[in-house]
């Protein structure tokens, strides 16, 4: 991804083949972005007839959004922060059931220029996806992976963009019967 408009194209393209996938599948998808505050949705939305898989996004950028909006624990922020797997993990489950949806997808991080830590670099991003399996199947899970992008605060958040949409093909793919 070199150019934004090249960044976006990409963003765009696989936003579409989730569309079709959960279209396709009868499936919906719901997010809870915190440094992305909406792109995800957006790109989400931005296709024609999202309505038959997109119900929901939540915008939860400070603490108390993310602890009202998805009940994520106070006790959990205090002593993770907002940026930590276990809160992206939250984000996720809450998102999905909240929303009643078959997928969802979190985002939490640093975009910077600010907010670093020694242990917490800008750039760090974790993304969760969250699926719903069938009641009685035991099959509904969460996966959250830890990311360190480069370069400044636009490139951070398309890059989250770019990978948030990437991993959640990829499971719907990985949870396809067919594949």
Same mark, same amino acid.
């Given at each position: 991804?070199?150019t934004?408009?090249?960044?976006?194209?990409e963003?765009?393209?696989?936003?579409?083949?989730?569309?079709?996938?959960?279209?396709?599948r009868? *499936?919906? =998808?719901? +997010?809870a972005?915190?440094?992305t505050g909406?792109? !995800?949705?957006?790109?989400?939305? @931005? /296709?024609?007839?999202?309505?038959?898989y997109?119900?929901?996004?939540?915008?939860?950028?400070a603490?108390?959004?993310?602890?009202?909006?998805l009940?994520?624990?106070?006790?959990?922020?205090?002593?993770?922060?907002?940026?930590? *797997?276990? =809160?992206? +993990?939250r984000?996720?489950q809450?998102?999905r059931? !909240?929303?009643?949806?078959?997928? @969802? /997808?979190?985002?939490?991080?640093?975009?910077?220029?600010?907010?670093?830590?020694?242990?917490?670099?800008?750039?760090?991003?974790?993304?969760?996806?969250?699926?719903?399996?069938?009641?009685?199947?035991?099959?509904?899970?969460?996966?959250?992976?830890?990311?360190?992008?480069?370069?400044d605060?636009?490139?951070?958040r398309?890059?989250?963009?770019?990978?948030?949409?990437?991993?959640?093909?990829?499971?719907?793919?990985?949870?396809?019967?067919?594949?």
């Amino acid at each position: 991804m070199d150019t934004p408009t090249e960044r976006h194209d990409e963003i765009r393209s696989i936003a579409t083949r989730v569309g079709s996938r959960l279209r396709d599948r009868n *499936e919906t =998808v719901s +997010t809870a972005e915190s440094l992305t505050g909406g792109m !995800i949705s957006a790109e989400l939305t @931005a /296709i024609p007839g999202s309505s038959d898989y997109f119900t929901r996004g939540f915008v939860t950028y400070a603490y108390d959004a993310k602890r009202s909006a998805l009940a994520v624990p106070r006790e959990l922020l205090d002593e993770h922060g907002a940026v930590a *797997e276990a =809160v992206a +993990t939250r984000m996720a489950q809450s998102a999905r059931d !909240i929303a009643d949806t078959t997928w @969802a /997808i979190s985002v939490t991080g640093i975009a910077g220029p600010d907010g670093r830590t020694e242990t917490k670099p800008v750039g760090l991003v974790y993304i969760a996806i969250a699926y719903a399996g069938p009641w009685g199947t035991q099959t509904s899970a969460v996966t959250a992976d830890r990311f360190v992008f480069d370069g400044d605060r636009q490139s951070v958040r398309h890059q989250t963009v770019y990978t948030a949409l990437e991993s959640l093909e990829t499971a719907i793919t990985r949870s396809s019967p067919d594949e």
